[in-house]
């Protein structure tokens, strides 16, 4: 599956505004300063009626601090095969993962090794 998580993708976050993948690393950044026992899952959930819908999240919870979250929505024909609407949660939330995390750990690493020169 082609990832639908993009530079151009917008997330809505918790306070209702529309959000790109790399506001998320930034606001998740400046909310986290200073906190190390913190919490970050990824997840997706379907619903379906005429149409299959998907909405996909990243929540951040600092342990006794409270939370952040951002979440995608993903309207699709109708999926009426539990096991497939499954197989497509678990294809969203994998690809939002890599999309997050592995791109801004890769983007950190290559600034990492660009400061040491």
């Known amino acids: 599956m082609d ?7 917008n997330f809505i976050s918790g306070s209702g ?3 790109r993948i790399e506001g998320i690393a930034e606001r998740v950044a400046a ?4 906190c190390d026992n913190y919490t970050i899952e990824v ?3 379907s619903q379906t009626s005429d149409v299959t819908k998907y909405v996909t999240a990243i929540v951040i919870h600092r ?3 409270g939370g952040i979250f951002f979440y995608f929505t993903l309207v699709c024909k109708k999926m009426p095969y539990l096991r497939d609407r499954i197989y497509m949660e678990t294809g969203l939330s ?7 995390f592995l791109g801004r750990l890769l983007k950190c ?7 040491l020169d």
């Not at 909310?31 to 200073?34: E, K, M, P, R």
């Not at 690493?109 to 400061?115: L, P």
């Open 3 to 9: 990832s639908v998580f993009t530079h151009e993708t």
């Open 17 to 19: 505004d529309a959000v």
């Open 31 to 34: 909310f986290l300063d200073g």
């Open 43 to 45: 997840g997706t959930d």
């Open 63 to 65: 342990h006794g601090r």
């Open 94 to 100: 994998i690809s939002c993962a890599v999309e997050f």
């Open 109 to 115: 690493f290559w600034v990492g090794i660009a400061r």
